[in-house]
């Protein structure tokens, strides 16, 4: 028996990169329950293809090309899917980007690509759709953010300092919209298994440092983020707002260490 506290039911639910990764994974699970999905990314092709895909498993999923890092093409989704759909009830911003290399490596190019897609993106796209959301006086903002949020990992500066923006522009919206009937909350997943990282962590010495540093002693899936997704969207966590949930197997819980316990 379904239970309606976790219902997402005919919900409007955005999802920026929504074409691939933990954005399609988390877009299919919506739809999978019923949820009337939007589809963002910067690609035709793979946006369509991947619209086309989960719409023939559960329905229409919409899909709507747009760069976060352009401002005018952020209003003009935006304005598309009030056009179309009336209301936007949950926002879920997963489009991000990185660059792996040491900071005294990086252009400046290189910085402001990262934080115009991740953090500038994300914080003109919560906006455009939760001035919505504030006179309709009701929604949900979903931002997915890092491990980088508890602690950098060496290498990827300007992405930390993107995610770190996030986790807290998430904490300021939720401070300022709250009494308006608009909770705004963050997922932060652990190392994920998709297309862009699966050479990653296929090397032999990633693996088992990501394995050895994981209690639940397994990386993680896309899908793996549905049900908290799903949560955070829904009524049942109607008293939670400005929360960043960590969802890592468990690798922010602390550090592991190569000491021989025997069979303790």
Known sequence: MSDPLFSVKDQVVLVSGGSRGIGRGIAEGFAEREARIIITGR????????AKEMGNEHGEVTPIVCDVSDRSAIQQLVDKVMDQFGQIDTLINVAGVNRRMLAEQLAMEDYDFIMDINLNGAFALSLAAGKHMLKRGKGNQINIVSLNND???????PYAISKAGMGQMTRAFAMEWGDRGVRVNAIAPGFILTD???KLWSQPTMKEWGLANTPLKRLGQVEDMVGTAIYLASDASAFMTGQILFVDGGMSAG??????FGDQ
């Open 255 to 260: 550090l592991n260490w190569p000491i021989d």
């Open 43 to 50: 690609d035709q092709s793979t946006l369509s293809a991947s």
């Open 196 to 198: 862009l990282t699966q």
């Open 151 to 157: 602690r950098p990992l060496k290498g990827v500066a």
